[in-house]
């Protein structure tokens, strides 16, 4: 029996884990829950899965979660520092870092101090922090087993290919809702439009990062540090079918790829059984039913956070840091009508030109960095016209 901590069990990956978790009862457990703000939904997966222990971000609805279980015997926590500090459970055989944004950053890098196997679904974790965590997995000798769809599949064709160097890899992007759309067609776009996902369902803050394309240069990131890789051997293109969901080009010509159905639960299970494949009744891929898979080079004049993130990992130190914490702010602020969607790349261009550099920043250095950048990118928008 695998017990599992799962780190944002109210999000979209997390329910979607213990959709596996439910499937699988003889293979895992939850051993942990973590909810941001949603005690309600907490509760009822509480209940049902009869973790060891909660934690519920939000101090304020700490009584609501406790009296509700109480009589189920579940220890409740509240607080970020107590998501950051749950993890070091010695009953927890792997984490599923499924937090939203920068705040997975420090209850992973715990995980792996305290030798957890880490399933990341976090890849803003990897994006502001990647020498630091992986140096940390490799100190420790944690395994990190990557869970978005374009990650998991490059670890999958990477299987057996230990001693063989990748020439490059191509990460597929779906192209969002605004695939062939021009500068003209977004000048107003409105989040209900950008929400509008054509192939995959997701949480908000993923959905417009997948509409902006900085979701895949956020990819392009986690990819560079998950596979030793440098940013210029990652190419992005898209792939409107979403059927094919990262190919990887060794030297000596051959080529591999992993295909499914896009559903987050094939990754999800993975990781979450890695080495082994278990059975599931998911929807089977049928090659005949996709007789025309079509690959794109993507406008990077319109679409300027996928070049945005390819400057920052070249530059290095805390810029990454600082363009995922811009990107945030700038995102929330699109999501509440205060910033246009072509000048979210601009409000994260203009923070990256405002921040101190730091060539290697400690994790308090990009404490700090992300603090900054979140208060430069606020006072931006408030100057948007």
């Known amino acids: 029996m695998k017990k599992i901590a799962v780190l944002g069990s109210t999000g979209s990956i997390g329910k979607q884990a213990l959709e596996v978790i439910s499937t699988h009862q003889d293979v895992f457990a939850a051993e942990v829950l973590t909810a941001n703000c949603n005690a309600d939904l907490l509760i009822e997966q509480a209940i049902k899965f009869q973790p060891n222990a909660v934690v519920i971000a939000d101090e304020n609805q700490y009584e609501k979660v406790n009296q509700a279980l109480y009589p189920h015997d579940i220890k409740v926590f509240a607080g970020e520092k107590s998501i950051e500090q749950i993890v070091e459970m010695n009953s927890i055989d792997l ?5 939203v944004g920068f705040s ?7 995980a792996i101090v305290h030798k957890k196997t880490v399933a990341l679904a976090n890849k803003e974790t990897l994006v502001a922090g990647g020498e630091i965590i992986m140096k940390a997995a490799e100190e420790n000798n944690v395994k990190i087993i990557p869970v978005d769809s374009e990650h998991s599949a490059i670890f999958q064709c990477l299987a057996g290919e230990k001693l063989n160097r990748i020439e490059t890899i191509t990460v597929t992007a779906s192209g969002g809702p605004f695939f062939g759309k021009n500068r003209q067609q977004l000048q107003n776009t409105t989040p209900e439009q950008a929400l509008n996902h054509p192939k995959w369902t997701m949480g908000n803050k993923v959905t417009i990062d997948s509409a902006t394309l900085m ?3 956020l990819e392009m990131i986690e990819a560079k540090w998950l596979f030793d890789v440098a940013s210029s051997q990652i190419e992005v293109r898209v792939h409107p079918q979403s059927i094919i969901h990262s190919l990887v080009h060794f030297e000596d010509g051959s080529v591999k790829a992993q295909m499914s159905l896009p559903d987050m639960r094939i990754p999800i299970q993975y990781a979450l059984s890695y080495p082994y494949r278990l059975p ?7 090659v005949t039913d996709y007789a025309d898979l079509t690959f794109f080079t993507p406008d990077t004049e319109l679409f300027r956070c996928l070049p945005l993130a390819y400057y920052a ?3 290095g130190g805390n810029i990454p840091c600082c363009m995922n914490a811009a990107n945030e702010i700038a995102v929330d602020s699109f999501l509440q009508k205060k910033l246009p969607f072509l000048q979210i790349a601009e409000v994260i261009e203009q923070t990256i030109e405002q921040i101190s550099y730091i060539a290697k920043p400690s994790i308090e250095d990009l404490m700090q960095t992300n603090t900054e950048a979140r208060r430069i990118a606020t006072e931006l928008v408030t100057h948007v016209k």
């Open 95 to 99: 984490v599923l870092a499924a937090l």
């Open 104 to 110: 997975g950053l420090k209850s992973t890098y715990n």
């Open 215 to 217: 979701n895949k240069g």
């Open 280 to 286: 599931a009744n998911y929807k089977r891929l049928s």
């Open 313 to 315: 990992i070249e530059r």
